[in-house]
């Protein structure tokens, strides 16, 4: 049943997923309850991401026996030793301890495609002055000069900006929302992004752990900003706001997006709720995964307090005012959320929800990147 189910079948996925999960619980490994990648045993972690996985252990001979156990249960497994390159992103631990996340293969690959040649580098991935829209009234993108597969260019920004590159987060989702009728300014637009990788193609993420910060998150929202009357019949969803939210775990950047909001909000103060709310729903299982991590006596980076809580940065009043009154807190007591009021010009995540100047965005970027 799974050799029928791997190639092309609908189930495929699912039948891979429990002949997998069987095999791992056969030899003892829990499934955690908060992330269904994740999986327990004693003192070994193993994360998964498809048919590739991390093993965590106290030593490396602990490991080497759980990989022969998986391997003698009928799991065709490959030991490729510790993770220096892991689907497709460099792992670099330097000397200060500094952990770092590149992909410059990915990089020159999608400079390659779009062959810009010796155009000059930009030193942001977005035009800050540019909105980008349907263009219905524009050619269209295979009418253009543009010698590269849009689509293809697209998928590969978006998997660099999920794994390593968040600073592109915004200017990718930008133009991947128009990949079934590109134009030629989303096609200009996918230039100007390449334009700036060849610019910072030596940056990554960076992890430099400050065991004194706990959880932080950071969270913006623009309001209807690329809303306008002209071309609001092309493309209605430029009446719906975005959100945009970073979250940090030891000062580390560890979870970040940039979403459309699923409604239309009728004011600021309801875009920039709403954004909280959806930023939340990232912090509160990632709070109790490391709860959990911490109640199996596993090692973690912030031990102090024993109850975790977050500090959620908002600079909309509103927003903070709707947020504090008790009446409209969820049911959830044992989570403690902490929420404080910050400036716009010191909010990082307003660099995932709109293009900034250069000086601001830079600025922003160091965060975002831990760099």
């Known amino acids: 049943m799974l050799l029928s189910n791997l190639y092309g079948q609908k189930k495929a996925g699912c039948v891979w997923n429990s002949y997998l999960v069987e095999k791992l619980c056969s030899i003892g490994f829990q499934p955690s309850l908060i992330d269904e990648c994740i999986f327990f045993r004693d003192d070994v972690i193993f994360i998964v991401y498809v048919d590739d996985g991390i093993f965590l252990g106290p030593n490396d001979q602990s490991l080497t026996n759980v990989i022969w156990e998986i391997s003698a249960a009928g799991l065709d497994i490959e030991d490729q030793g510790h993770p220096a390159d892991y689907i497709g992103v460099m792992i670099t631990k330097h000397s200060n301890g500094c952990i770092e996340f590149t992909q410059r293969a990915l990089i020159d690959a999608i400079i390659n495609d779009v062959n810009i040649g010796n155009a ?191 500090k959620v940065f908002e600079d909309n009043l509103g927003a903070l005012e709707l947020a504090r009154l008790l009446k409209l807190r969820p049911r959830t007591k044992h989570i403690n959320i902490k929420i404080l009021s910050i400036s716009t010009d010191d909010q990082i995540a307003d660099a995932l929800t709109k293009p900034l100047a250069q000086n601001t965005f830079c600025r922003h970027r160091k965060y975002l990147c831990g760099a």
């Open 120 to 310: 000059y580098a930009k030193p942001v991935p977005a035009k800050a002055t540019q909105q980008l829209h349907a263009f219905k009234d524009s050619l269209q993108f295979d009418e253009c000069d543009f010698n590269f597969n849009y689509r293809s260019v697209t998928g590969k920004l978006n998997y660099l900006t999920q794994t390593s590159l968040s600073d592109l987060l915004f200017a990718t989702h930008q133009v991947a929302k128009y990949s079934s009728d590109p134009r030629n300014e989303h096609g200009e637009a996918i230039v100007y992004i390449v334009q700036y990788l060849k610019k910072t193609r030596h940056l990554g993420l960076k992890f430099r752990p400050n065991q004194s910060k706990g959880f932080e998150c950071y969270c913006d929202a623009d309001f209807a900003e690329n809303w306008n009357k002209d071309f609001d019949q092309h493309d209605p969803s430029t009446a719906k706001s975005r959100s945009g939210w970073v979250i940090f775990y030891a000062r580390c950047p560890i979870i970040w997006a940039s979403k459309l909001q699923s409604q239309v909000a009728l004011s600021t103060n309801k875009a920039e709720y709403i954004a909280m709310s959806m930023a939340l729903r990232d912090v509160i299982p990632t709070m109790e995964l490391m709860t959990k991590l911490r109640e199996r006596n596993f090692k973690v980076i912030c031990t102090q307090p024993q109850v975790y809580y977050c």
